[in-house]
């Protein structure tokens, strides 16, 4: 007679057929190589593509302008003295008998010819507006605030 109980356990099945097995990181890691060479591949781009090399010459001139202005509003000379031609001295270069912050409305009509342009330049002062056009020349691959 047979002694009624708990059933016998069964003996150890081995791996479950449905679970991971050596066979299956494969895909997986190289997903996770093509993912890395990508990554590598844009950062690499970025870092060693030249400034600016992706903006057109308006783009660039209207930089000059918009960076001019906000040094200008932040009273930071060295920053002015950069963005300006060595040959125009401070006391003559645009916004020089400002006093207080310019509000920068436009910077259009920009016409480029070689490494010379001028642009229309819109500013704002205690209510008033104001449009000059600025002369900016490049130099050393910068555009510069220049008179020519």
Not at 17 to 34: E, I, M, R, W
Not at 65 to 85: F, K, M, Q, W
Not at 127 to 142: A, K, L, N, P, S
Request: some cysteine; charged content about 25%; hydrophobic content about 35%.
């Amino acid at each position: 007679m047979a002694k009624r109980g708990a059933p016998e356990p069964d003996p150890d099945p081995g791996p479950d057929p449905d679970g991971p097995t050596s066979s299956s990181t494969g895909p997986f890691l190289g997903a996770l190589a093509v993912l890395v060479v990508l990554v590598l591949v844009v950062f690499g781009a970025q870092m060693f593509s030249p400034p600016g090399a992706d903006l057109t010459e308006d783009e660039m001139v209207r930089r000059a302008v918009t960076d001019y202005v906000s040094a200008h509003n932040e009273n930071d000379g060295p920053i002015l003295d950069r963005l300006r031609c060595s040959e125009l001295s401070p006391d003559d270069a645009p916004l020089a008998d400002v006093e207080g912050r310019v509000e920068l409305q436009a910077a259009q009509n920009i016409s480029v010819d070689g490494d010379r342009a001028t642009v229309d330049v819109r500013t704002g002062l205690d209510g008033q507006t104001q449009t000059e056009t600025w002369q900016v020349v490049r130099i050393d691959d910068v555009w510069r605030i220049c008179r020519f």
